[in-house]
């Protein structure tokens, strides 16, 4: 299994940065991709950003410029950092990793706790 935890999460103004982490631990030799989704009161949850093992990194449009996302450990912890933060970035953001634990398998999902961001105008 995994265990993944998060950090990072509080209250900013608009235009300030968070820095998001996420820590995984446990059985990830086919660790296939870690990132963040986010889900606003009333909103469908989002992908915010991902990163595979090898290194390839996508976001979400309303991010991209603003966001990065960034791995260390051999992926053994991602981060997300967040710039120019807007008050729709406020949602409650949830690290994920995508972790086959058996190589028949193509992807197994493991959540974190989440955390909150809020973004003050």
């Known amino acids: 299994q995994v265990q993944l935890v998060e950090s990072g999460g509080g209250l900013v103004q608009a235009g300030g940065s968070l820095r998001l982490s996420c820590v995984a631990s446990?059985?990830?030799?086919?660790?296939?991709?870690m990132g963040w989704y986010r889900q606003a009161p009333g909103k469908q949850r989002e992908l915010v950003a991902v990163?595979?093992?090898?290194?390839?990194?996508n976001y979400t449009n309303s991010v991209k410029g603003r966001f990065i996302i960034s791995r260390d450990n051999s992926m053994n912890t991602v981060s997300l950092q967040m710039n120019s933060l807007k008050p729709e970035d406020t949602a409650f953001y949830s690290c994920?990793?995508?972790?086959?634990?058996?190589?028949?398998?193509?992807?197994?999902?493991?959540w974190g706790q989440g955390t909150q961001v809020t973004v003050s105008s």
């Open positions: 994920y990793a995508n972790a086959p634990q058996h190589y028949w398998e193509n992807e197994n999902i493991y």
């Open positions: 446990g059985r990830l030799y086919r660790l296939k991709a």
């Open positions: 990163i595979t093992s090898g290194g390839s990194t």
